[in-house]
């Protein structure tokens, strides 16, 4: 294991500290994406949690080195359950879709969709739901039939949910001009 690895799998923390260390350390050894994302598989879940919260900061200023691995990052919400990773991973999406989204096939634009609103109206956390409006807004630019469905479930959601919640959705609402 070298000291990439092991700073990554043993000393990353929540820490933006650490977090921009870590980033440093990546760019100064020339550690692939490849790499980071096979520890993120074998990683256990406090490490793996610590790995995506670090993606998470990293990925909004290095764009360019997650490019090789965008499906993967899709593929990670398969089956996800810990909100934090799941909270990370859509600030991950939202950064892919503001930047990079021309990158971005068909296919990998569905499976965002289908993530979101998966998230969005299961038991996700309001973290989580607040990402999820984000990003189908940003897929809604594409595909009106997304910005339907985001309207109409916003409007289902928005009395139950809370402040921070409802504070975006009314943004969202209001450039799709159906502010209620």
Partial sequence: MNIVENFLLHQLDLSLKNRHFAGELILKNDFTSEKLLTLI????????????????????????????????????????????????????????????????????KNQLTEICFTWLIGESLVATKSNCITCLDLLSNENQWIADELVAVIEQMYPQMTVSFQSRAKKILKRKKRLF
Wanted: aromatic residues 12%; charged residues 25%.
């Fill in 41 to 108: 598989h074998r990683a256990n879940e406090r490490q793996k949690v610590c790995l995506l919260c670090f993606c998470d900061t990293f990925f909004r200023k290095h764009l360019w080195y997650f490019k090789n691995i965008f499906q993967n990052l899709i593929d990670l919400a398969d089956n996800e359950n810990h909100e934090t990773n799941k909270r990370s991973l859509t600030n991950i999406y939202i950064s892919m879709l503001k930047s990079g989204s021309e990158d971005l096939s068909a296919e990998q």
